[in-house]
């Protein structure tokens, strides 16, 4: 990744309060599991031609 693109990442981070590794870690396990069920593509189920969702 180039210097340009972390600057970005990192200027991205700081309006959330983190400047440091330490503190992104700290962010990171500190976050609630994201539900993501609502962005799953359905799948068609070609025996009755059906549209389901995968579980």
């Known amino acids: 990744m180039r210097q ?3 600057q970005k ?11 440091t590794e ?3 870690n700290t962010a990171i ?5 994201l539900n993501i ?3 799953v593509s359905p799948v068609k189920n ?4 059906k549209t389901v969702m995968v579980k």
Request: proline fraction near 3%; charge should be negative.
């Open 4 to 6: 340009e693109e972390l």
């Open 9 to 19: 990442i990192w200027k991205a981070l700081s309006k959330y309060g983190i400047h």
């Open 22 to 24: 330490e503190e992104l």
């Open 29 to 33: 396990k500190l976050m609630k599991p």
């Open 37 to 39: 069920g609502c962005m």
């Open 46 to 49: 070609f025996e009755n031609e």
